[in-house]
């Protein structure tokens, strides 16, 4: 098949490194990103040499006020591009979605929209083949590819019965900065599970897991505690070390080795060695991992801007079945300099 021509609509936390990232592939060309508000985030877009549309005329007019040079509308770019991603706020994605059936485009989602959005949710270590053939894909919220990528590396190699985790949120991303808490730890929701297994199970309906989760007054990272229950003793911590040493997109963080036992100190380091302080791999804190009888219990940490960005890029090659599984992560892995420590 010939190059695949993408458009993302949304230009934000999500939509900026998914741009990067499909401009680094080469059976994708990024053919425009679409920006609602003249702000630095178009400059960057401009600065990258993005194509600029616009979603209607009145945004049109505030780029022109701006000075930006735009290339046309939404519905231009939908007439130019085999698949859509929609980076957009949670919720309007939904609205769009007429939009891009009309235009005939395949169209990628992401986890802010409700799983009914598109024909399957999408991770690329647990499900990718079933996303070949879709016209929608939802690619999951950040924690939910986080805990995926867990347990479906473990599932893999062990029998998985059960899981149970915390989920401690952070407040919002670095640049939102009219959300909260400030002074307070907000259980969300009160009541028991949480949404996030319900998440997880529209990838693995199969799987008895039940979340709970806070929220916390902190831009860097999601924190899980994560309990695993598998159906037979005997699993050692060097048989789960082992897996998740090789494990694909999973860094394994030893804080006797580094240091490292905190998320500022893991952005930290990001910093030293990564685009934006980026962090796409999900982290497990080696010290953490416990293992008694027949249950697992381990902290990993997930950063909520970049986690999800491999899964857009898999996607798309997942639904119009130009690669397999491993040769679209190897790909991707290989192009975002994912890896399996910082420190290589």
Excluded: W
Aim: hydrophobic share 40%; proline share 5%.
């Amino acid at each position: 098949m010939s190059t695949v021509r993408v458009g993302i609509n949304g230009f934000g936390t999500i939509g900026k490194r998914v741009a990067d990232a499909i401009s680094l592939q080469d059976d994708m060309e990024l053919v425009g990103v679409v920006k609602k508000s003249p702000d630095y985030g178009a400059l960057y877009a401009v600065r990258r040499g993005y194509k600029l549309f616009v979603p209607d005329e009145e945004s049109h007019k505030a780029f022109e006020k701006a000075g930006i040079e735009v290339a046309g509308t939404l519905e231009d770019l939908l007439r130019s591009v085999d698949v859509i991603i929609d980076a957009t706020p949670g919720g309007v994605g939904a609205k769009y979605k007429p939009l891009y059936e009309e235009h005939g485009v395949r169209q990628i989602f992401q986890g802010g929209e409700k799983p009914g959005v598109a024909d399957i949710s999408f991770s690329s270590l647990c499900n990718y083949d079933e996303a070949k053939g879709k016209r929608s894909v939802r690619v999951v919220s950040c924690n939910t590819t986080g805990l995926l990528r867990l347990i479906c590396t473990l599932r893999a190699n062990f029998p998985v019965e059960s899981v149970r985790a915390v989920l401690v949120r952070r407040a919002a991303d670095p640049r939102e900065i009219k959300r909260g808490p400030i002074n307070s730890i907000v259980l969300n929701p009160p009541k028991l599970p949480s949404h996030h297994a319900l998440d997880v199970k529209t990838v693995l309906p199969d799987l008895d897991i039940v979340t709970a989760a806070v929220v916390v007054p902190t831009t860097l990272m999601h924190v899980h505690h994560v309990t695993v229950r598998f159906g037979k003793s005997g699993i050692t911590r060097e048989d789960i070390l082992s897996v998740l040493e090789q494990a694909r997109r999973i860094i394994l963080v030893s804080s006797e080795a580094t240091g490292i036992k905190s998320t500022a100190q893991l952005i930290e380091a990001a910093r030293d060695v990564r685009p934006r302080n980026d962090v796409p791999e999900l982290v497990v804190f080696e010290d953490s991992i416990h293992v008694e009888g027949n249950e697992l219990m381990l902290f990993q940490a997930v950063h909520q801007e970049s986690i999800v960005v491999p899964e857009n890029v898999d996607a798309v090659r997942a639904m119009l079945g130009i690669a397999s599984a491993e040769e679209s992560m190897d790909k991707t892995d290989r192009t975002l300099g994912l890896s399996r420590s910082f420190f290589l």
